[in-house]
């Protein structure tokens, strides 16, 4: 069992940065796969980034690739999401997810464990 608990989402304008972190209870953080997804007003919840169990790997949706990073830090239990040129439509509510395995995972559906999400809020 892990328990996920974001932060780092608020309120920017068009061309600026944030950085999202996920915060993860447990020892065995370092045996997760960890993944970023977001859900706008009246959509489904959509991929971001995920990155493997030891940093080695990750992917990016296209609509954030070159924009967004993610990172992890083992020995803090935190993954990390570097925004930067931010656009309204990066909107939503943001998601950590979590499971274990040795690859990096894509779908919703292969996630385990969840956080509560952090609203990030991008102005034109």
């Known amino acids: 069992q892990v328990q996920l608990v974001e932060s780092g989402g608020g309120l920017v304008q068009a061309g600026g940065s944030l950085r999202l972190s996920c915060a993860a209870s447990?020892?065995?953080?370092?045996?997760?796969?960890m993944g970023w997804f977001r859900q706008a007003p009246g959509k489904e919840r959509r991929f971001v980034a995920t990155?493997?169990?030891?940093?080695?790997?990750?992917y990016y949706a296209d609509s954030v690739k070159g924009r967004f990073t993610i990172s992890r830090d083992n020995a803090k239990n935190t993954v990390y999401l570097q925004m930067n040129s931010l656009k309204p439509e990066d909107t939503a509510v943001y998601y950590c997810?979590?499971?274990?395995?040795?690859?990096?995972?894509?779908?919703?559906?292969?996630?385990?464990?969840w956080g509560q999400g952090t609203q990030v809020t991008v102005s034109s």
């Open positions: 997810a979590a499971r274990t395995g040795t690859y990096y995972y894509i779908g919703r559906d292969e996630y385990d464990y």
């Open positions: 447990g020892r065995t953080f370092s045996s997760y796969a």
């Open positions: 990155i493997n169990w030891s940093g080695g790997i990750t």
